[in-house]
């Protein structure tokens, strides 16, 4: 007899059927609980880049192949549903279960050459929000230190001069290493030091780092395809920031540069860097709402209710390798209706 094992009960026993039984009711819980146990809950996902391969220095960017198990796994377990559509039915009661709607940031060129024909092949819908600055050629400060670190020659590389020390560069670990600690030591510096600090390296170990971003025409190509453009401010800064007339000019001016491109309205906005009171306030939300959006996304996590503020609606980070790990963070996600 094992101690613990359940008698008299329809309940699965854990114990008797091992790992793999856990590892089943795992995913059906994770499954279930972001479903909201008939209670109307919206889960966004959210996403940057879809690799054409795997990239040591891009670990935390799903490519090809595992992109194409999570959206398997997202069309046979939920109700993937156009953001528009979602966030109506949510406001309205109709709501099917399992409802959740995929998104992507700043506008990568993979957006639409590796993520649609996945998305397109299991019909599911998604929204991609565009940081205007970068389309035709350019590339975002976080690429340029990517690009530059894994482009630098020789085995150790000298930022002494600009106040980041001396690196040895032994392997591909070291690179990513260096990668993570120069984007979070100059993620919430000035925007105009974040640059200047960018372009320096990139001119000392990549001058000619192609540009990852969507064209201009390949946006009008999303769009006439039927993917939901939306706003994502001209350059990026961290709102909090940047002086308010600024911000603002960065949220109208985006709208008008992707409502120009693509021929239509944009109804929904996402925050850069997109956590509430650090990098953006409600002062930033009036701003978004003033420039005639409908709905704003910030990458807290969480599920939306239909008591969640229109402005400030979750997102969840599905970068797991595996449907139990998947399933595991959305059980713990869904705890928190905002």
């Known amino acids: 007899m094992h101690v613990g094992t359940p008698t ?8 008797r059927h091992g790992p793999l039984a856990l590892r089943r ?9 972001a479903v909201g146990f008939g209670a109307p809950r919206l889960s966004v996902l ?6 054409a391969k795997p990239d040591s220095l891009l670990a935390s960017e799903p490519d090809a192949k595992r992109f194409a198990q999570i959206i398997d796994w997202i069309a046979t377990r939920f109700t993937p549903l156009p953001l528009a559509e979602a966030l109506e039915r949510l406001q309205t009661g109709t709501l099917p279960d399992g409802a959740v709607c995929l998104t992507f940031d700043d506008g990568y060129e993979d957006n639409l050459t590796v993520a649609a024909p996945i998305c397109r092949h299991r019909n599911v819908p998604f929204t991609v929000f565009i940081a205007s600055a970068y389309l035709d050629g ?5 690429d340029l230190v990517i690009e530059s670190i894994r482009r630098a020659q020789g085995d150790v590389i000298d930022l002494t001069d600009l106040g980041y020390g001396r690196h040895p560069l032994p392997d591909t ?12 030591s100059w993620k919430y510096l000035p925007f105009d030091r974040r640059e200047q600090l960018a372009h320096e390296l990139a001119a000392r170990c990549a001058p000619k780092v192609p540009s990852p971003m969507l064209s201009r025409n390949q946006v009008r190509k999303l769009a006439s395809a039927g993917v939901e453009i939306g706003g994502h401010t001209v350059t990026h800064p961290i709102l909090t920031l940047t002086e308010k ?17 693509i021929g239509h309205s944009l109804r929904f906005f996402a925050y850069p860097n997109g956590s509430p009171d650090k990098d953006f306030t ?6 978004v709402r003033s420039a005639g959006y409908a709905a704003a996304l910030t990458t807290e996590s969480g599920v939306s209710s239909p008591d969640t503020d229109t402005y400030r609606l979750p997102r969840f980070t599905p970068w797991d390798r595996s449907a139990l790990r998947f399933s595991v963070r959305l059980l713990l996600n869904a705890r928190h209706p905002r």
Do not use: Y
């Open 8 to 15: 008299g009960t329809n309940a699965p026993s854990l114990v």
């Open 245 to 261: 007339s600024a911000a603002m000019r960065e949220i109208a001016q985006n709208k008008a540069d992707l409502e120009g491109l």
């Open 138 to 142: 350019g590339i975002m400060w976080n």
């Open 25 to 33: 009711l795992l995913i059906a819980a994770g499954a279930r609980c």
């Open 282 to 287: 409600e002062s930033h939300a009036g701003m």
């Open 46 to 51: 959210i996403f940057h880049r879809v690799l």
């Open 173 to 184: 670990q070291a690179r990513a290493s260096l990668v993570d600690s120069l984007l979070r």
